[in-house]
């Protein structure tokens, strides 16, 4: 799978526009999150659309770009806007855009995500890092891969390291920042009530749409990763919750400051 001559097309559009000083660190931006790439100088960006083996899609508030730049002294690409299981039934169908990062030196993964709290401690408009996940919506996206490569051991798969410094970049930054374990669900219907209170019986805290097959298709590739998630809401039934696409759009873009300043301070000590 490493080997897959797409990763390298699709790295050789990025490097033919420019993209060929290393990268530091990869970010994948999530539901109405994209205004941090204000914060990018000397950037390039290149449409999902342009690049072969990339997902097209059309989730609103996602420009579905790939950027590149300065980004807090350090070289930085970032996925603006991601596909989901739910746009085409494809577990897999973030695997060219990670997959080609092993062709830029395997640069470590930051995933964000937009989710839905389970805990009254982890309020909306705040932060929480994934400390692990449950792949409850079933669908693995390295079925069908081959070699004994596919068996991908999970243990710490968000990353000890990564988790640390973004927990201190938190810290030195003053972001409101939690942690816990988020559940995967297909959406893109919301949860019920009572699915949540059977989520939060099986241990989640966040439930979201997205990021767990990312992390089992970056593990695949060695790629270090660590999730954020943004709380954009309370779970379906859980006090008072009951989400929107609106309202997790809303909510995500006024609670980017937060997360903006845990980027900052986490690259500029990368
Ligand atoms: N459930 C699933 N996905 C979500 C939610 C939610 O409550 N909020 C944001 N993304």
Redesign the pocket.
């Known amino acids: 799978m490493a080997a897959d001559p797409l990763f390298d097309q699709a790295a050789s559009v990025l490097i033919d526009r420019g993209i060929d000083g290393g990268i530091d660190c990869a970010i994948v931006l999530g539901t109405g999150l994209g205004r941090i790439v204000d914060d990018m100088t000397e950037t390039v960006s290149i449409p999902f659309a342009e690049i072969p083996g990339f997902p097209q899609g059309s989730v609103s508030g996602h420009a579905k770009q790939v950027s590149y730049g300065l980004l807090y002294g350090k070289k930085v690409l970032i996925f603006e806007g991601r596909a989901h299981f739910y746009e085409t039934g494809d577990p897999a169908i973030m695997r060219v855009p990670l997959g080609l990062l092993t062709a830029f030196g395997s640069p470590p993964l930051v995933l964000t995500n937009?989710?839905?709290s389970l805990r009254p401690d982890l309020r909306p408009g705040s932060l929480a890092l994934i400390t692990d996940h449950i792949n409850f919506n079933g669908p693995n996206p390295l079925v069908g891969d081959i070699g004994d490569g596919r068996f991908v051991p999970m243990i710490d798969a968000y990353d000890p390291h990564l988790r640390a410094r973004l927990k201190k970049a938190a810290a030195t930054s003053g972001a409101n920042m939690g942690e816990g374990v988020y559940m995967w669900?297909s959406?893109p219907s919301?949860?019920t009530p009572a699915e949540i209170k059977m989520a939060k019986l099986l241990g989640a805290d966040l439930?979201?749409?997205s990021t767990v097959p990312e992390v089992i298709l970056a593990r695949r590739h060695g790629l270090r990763v660590a999730g954020i998630s943004i709380i954009?809401?309370m779970?379906?039934g859980t006090l008072g919750?009951a989400?929107s696409h609106g309202e997790?759009r809303d909510v995500a873009a006024t609670a980017t400051a937060g997360l903006r300043r845990v980027f900052r301070a986490f690259l500029t000590d990368l």
């Open positions: 937009a989710a839905g669900f959406g919301f949860e439930v979201g749409m954009t809401n779970a379906a919750g989400p997790t």
